[in-house]
């Protein structure tokens, strides 16, 4: 293959498949395009300073895409980067940003008594992030910036909000104690996740909006995620469809070797449990054994304790986490291509991953994306997943 650069006019040669392909450097895309009419459906991988990027046939030409652009929202200046990193995971609320950018970083460092809100866009996915923290940095007379900041929903958490004491005077269901936490702000709530009554004063809590909100979630074996782009802080379920049942049903995401950069993985050992008890701590509170069905819930788990397991309902969605999660599972960390074939995963989807010839199903855990400028963006996804093969 034969890649001419049209800035430096140097050429590179690389063989794939036999095949010899042109790709021309634009100028105005800032991208490789090839001109040359592919086989229908023909899919060709460009290596190029060891990353392998992925072109695929758009209109009979072939184009490998990939750009990022911020800017403040308050009046659409942009901040041009060299690097950015977007990442979270079950355990943060919060989508984490860091960035290395040129001197119009210096856009996002005026003084002011609020963060600034910027937006991200990789590729068409965006993200809103408040910039918290940034440096400068001076070097052979250039001069540019590294910031870093969270989703806008950490205004509504420590050090930005007020801890506060709440309690439920009435029955009322889990959900709607949670989406009065933002009544008097912009933020809505989608609770995805097991509802559940809470009868009158069996949720007393203390502490910010996302705290109280966490809480509620914790109890089913939920958690907190803020989207990307819009005011809604999504409850969703940490296991989606129970361990027993992972192939029974499609996959969110599948994965084959294929669209692999890189694959590490390791494995922790734990008794394969198939039931738990769990108590609820108010007086008078329900027990409840849970166990998978057709099993006599042996080996079970430590047992549950918790006073906002009110209802059965409430006390199965925590046993279906803790019972899932338990057993011998392979933690694997996969780099992929970040593109329209390859798009965002997200903590809690289900995933496949098809290594080999070895299929293994699980949970997604942690995302983090990674844009990187080598004259043009390449961008890549690490997924952090629970895996197990099927038994």
Known sequence: MIIRDGRRGRSKSRLIGGSGITVRF?????????????????????IRKRWMRFVHVIFGSLI???????????????????????RTSIDDYCWNFSAETDKTGV?????????????????????????????????FGSEGYVIAGRSPSALLAAPYASEVYVANESSTLASVMASEQFQYTEWTLSWQASDWVLPPYAASLHGTPVGIVSRLAEAVGAFVMTDRAETILHVLPEVPIARWHLWDADPDVTITDSVMYELSARRSFGSLCNGVIVVCTQPGGLVVDARVTGTDGTPRLPTVYDDLLTDVQAARARAIRDISLS??????????????????????????????GVSRRGYVRDIEINAVWDESFVITQTITCMLREAT
């Open 107 to 139: 856009l996002l460092t005026e003084a002011s008594t609020d963060p600034v809100e910027v937006e991200l866009n990789l590729s068409g996915t965006t993200w809103r992030f408040i910039v918290e923290e940034w440096s400068d940095r001076r070097q």
């Open 64 to 86: 490998i895409t990939g750009y990022a652009m911020l800017r403040r929202v308050s009046d659409n200046a942009e901040i041009r980067l060299f690097s950015v990193s977007v």
């Open 327 to 356: 057993g011998v599972w392979t933690t694997a960390t996969i780099v992929t291509p970040f593109s329209a074939d390859m798009p965002l995963c997200m903590p809690g989807q289900t995933i496949q991953v098809l290594d080999g």
């Open 26 to 46: 634009d100028p105005l895309l800032y991208d490789l395009i090839c001109t040359m009419r592919p086989r229908p459906g023909q899919q060709v991988r460009v």
